[in-house]
């Protein structure tokens, strides 16, 4: 199984709204309405912030969104703040012969 | 609120199998419908899944580890557990166990801190 494919930075100003995507195939992201998203602050584990695509976990703020199309998801970001500077990956449900899971290579984001 | 605590060696030398145990605490890992995951991160790159099994089942592994890795669950414990054959330095990381849950979110929904482990070259 291969990485699911991420854009290695993006950036964006506070207030502004960034997309940041995840291409996959359609064992993966575009098979299973699986998909989730995580953020990473240095030194820290991830923690969830979307699941099945679009979905976000209690206490998350609403400022994040995720979608996909076709083989592709995508996390959205709307009014930049300084503490959304973060990794973040995507990952998804790829079942093939065993019930495995693909993470992508991450998304550096700088808030300028 | 159910916590994840990861323990493990440290160090590993070159050769030698990399042991580490995740400890669940405020809930049971025989849950219905929770799986329980080992997902690793080299230093400054990206996450990469190991592994997941269920409390009743049999683990579900990453092709790429699947001849070196077996993990394996004791209930009387409330733990599970990682053993990684024949370690070399690409297996330095950062080792994390995660709730996964298969019904409600679909995704590793709960972490531990994380524990390092280096294997020198």
């Known amino acids: 199984q291969s990485a699911l494919t991420q854009p290695a930075s993006v950036s964006g100003s506070p207030g502004q709204s960034i997309t940041i995507s995840c291409s996959g195939t359609s064992s993966d992201v575009g098979g299973y309405n699986y998909v989730s998203w995580y953020q990473q602050h240095p030194g820290k584990a991830p923690k969830v912030i979307i699941y099945d695509v679009s979905n976000r976990p209690s206490g998350v703020s609403n400022r994040f969104s995720g979608s996909t199309s076709g083989n592709t998801a995508s996390l959205t970001i709307s009014g930049l703040q300084a503490e959304d500077e973060a990794d973040y990956y995507c990952s998804s449900f790829t079942p093939s012969s065993t019930l495995n899971w693909v993470f992508g ?8 | ?16 199998t990399l042991s580490l145990t995740c400890t669940v605490s405020g809930g049971s890992i025989s849950s219905s419908s929770l799986y329980w995951g080992l997902i690793r991160q080299p230093p400054g790159k990206g996450l990469e899944w190991i592994g997941s099994i269920y409390y009743s089942g049999s683990p579900y592994y990453n092709p790429s580890l699947k001849s070196r890795v077996t993990i394996s669950v004791d209930t009387s414990k409330n733990q599970f557990s990682l053993n990684l054959r024949s370690v070399t330095a690409a297996d330095t990381a950062v080792y994390y166990c995660a709730r996964l849950s298969m019904v409600r979110t679909h995704a590793f929904d709960i972490w531990g801190q994380g524990t390092v482990v280096t294997v020198p070259s």
Request: charged content about 15%; hydrophobic content about 30%; glycine content about 16%.
């Open chain 2, 1 to 16: 609120q159910l916590q994840l605590q990861e323990s493990g060696p440290g160090l590993v030398k070159p050769s030698e």
């Open chain 1, 105 to 112: 290579g991450g998304t550096k984001l700088t808030v300028l």
